[in-house]
């Protein structure tokens, strides 16, 4: 046996598991599996890319200034009090790595997402699940989790994979409640799907002990540019600033980011078409038996009788070339998780989920 170890944590790591994407002898499938805009960027982030193509040699920019600015900009926040990451799993890392090590403890809720787990158990900390209520996030419970350890709680708000969000003013009563030693993160990764939502945003400005984080990979559409942001006091950004890699986000990355935020035209057309389409679908799905929570995002958690019958559809849509996300994961195995694709793809998967429902398959 080699002396050669990890630190303590890292094996207790699974793997994340992403969408998959490949059918094995299906040819034109269709990805429902990781809540990916189905409208793509917006061509002005396209652009952007392309124009970076002149410099690959300069290394990018280290403050991401252009960026934060934009999006102080376009969300009216404060430049200073933002931080960039290669996603905002980055971020999301860097926070359990500053605040939380062995012996300190980091909360998430039953269907939280998968992320802040493996985070936690790479920093040596604890991870610490506590329940929902009904596929909801529970603040009680959250505050009964707590403890003189707790030194981060994650929420996402709406939530992936259960689709509900809380109200602010519940959070606002999280924050006010928690143990003072603990920062609480609100994951504002579908935010933008809900109308009249900052994701908690002003709310950073009232607390010090609230962080809200942000990605490009949901309604902008660019999730293999690997951007997202943080959003907190003077004194976290400040923190995380320190353990950042200098040239953590790409040129072509920083740059269409940029040029998606600016182009507010394209991500109001996207939230539009995502409504409309989110309420087809679970309109349709319900009429064949599946019930599904009112979601506030660019997914449906669509709810089957048991686990047989929800891996038997699963299976079903896959021989029909549409891939949607197995949940048992997070604790919801009588569940799939579909990504609200386009007019046709939501045609086709209610069409075959209604064929399985009535035994033609
Ligand atoms: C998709 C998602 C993210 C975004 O991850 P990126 O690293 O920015 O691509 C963060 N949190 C939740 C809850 C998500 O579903």
């Known amino acids: 046996m080699s002396k050669i170890a990890p630190q303590p944590g890292i094996t207790s790591i699974d793997l994340y598991q992403g969408g998959a994407s490949?059918?094995?002898?299906?040819?034109?499938?269709?990805?429902?599996?990781?809540n990916e805009n189905p409208l793509g960027p917006s061509d002005a982030a396209i652009e952007a890319y392309k124009r970076c193509a002149h410099t690959l040699h300069r290394y990018p920019s280290s403050d991401h200034l252009s960026l934060r600015k934009a999006i102080a900009e376009v969300y009216d926040?404060?430049?200073?009090?933002?931080?960039?990451?290669?996603?905002?799993?980055?971020?999301?890392?860097?926070?359990?790595?500053?605040?939380?090590?062995?012996?300190?403890?980091?909360?998430?809720?039953?269907?939280?997402?998968?992320m802040y787990r493996i985070s936690a158990l790479a920093a040596g900390a604890t991870p610490v699940e506590v329940k929902e209520r009904s596929r909801v996030t529970d603040v009680d419970a959250i505050l009964a989790g707590c403890n003189e350890k707790t030194k981060l709680v994650f929420i996402a708000n709406p939530n992936n994979p259960t689709g509900t969000m809380i109200g602010l003013a519940e959070i606002e009563r999280l924050a006010k409640a928690l143990p003072e030693q603990a920062l609480l993160v609100i994951d504002g990764a579908y935010a933008e799907y809900v109308d009249g939502y900052d994701g908690g945003a002003k709310m950073v400005?009232?607390?010090?002990?609230?962080?809200?984080?942000?990605?490009?990979?949901?309604?902008?559409?660019?999730?293999?540019?690997?951007?997202?942001?943080?959003?907190?006091?003077?004194?976290?950004?400040?923190?995380?600033?320190?353990?950042?890699?200098?040239?953590?986000?790409?040129?072509?990355?920083?740059?269409?980011?940029?040029?998606?935020?600016?182009d507010t035209e394209y991500v109001e057309k996207c939230r539009t078409e995502n409504a409309r389409l989110r309420e087809w679908l679970s309109n349709a799905l319900a009429e064949h038996g599946v019930v599904c929570d009112t979601s506030m995002t660019n997914f449906v958690l669509a709810r089957f009788g048991t686990q047989d019958e929800a891996e038997a559809c699963d299976d079903y849509l896959k021989s029909q070339g549409l891939i949607v996300r197995r949940v048992g994961g997070y604790n919801l195995p009588q569940a799939l998780r579909i990504s609200i694709g386009d007019e046709s793809a939501c045609r086709q998967v209610a069409h075959a989920v209604g064929q399985f429902k009535a035994g033609k398959r």
Request: net charge negative.
């Open 22 to 34: 490949h059918v094995a002898g299906v040819e034109n499938i269709v990805k429902l599996s990781s």
């Open 205 to 262: 400005h009232s607390y010090e002990n609230i962080f809200m984080t942000r990605t490009f990979s949901k309604i902008y559409g660019l999730g293999a540019m690997r951007v997202g942001w943080g959003y907190g006091p003077r004194y976290i950004i400040e923190i995380l600033n320190r353990i950042r890699g200098p040239f953590n986000v790409s040129s072509m990355a920083l740059a269409a980011a940029e040029a998606a935020v600016r």
């Open 77 to 114: 926040l404060w430049a200073d009090n933002i931080i960039c990451g290669a996603g905002s799993d980055e971020i999301i890392a860097f926070l359990c790595q500053a605040f939380a090590g062995p012996g300190d403890e980091v909360i998430y809720t039953e269907h939280g997402f998968a």
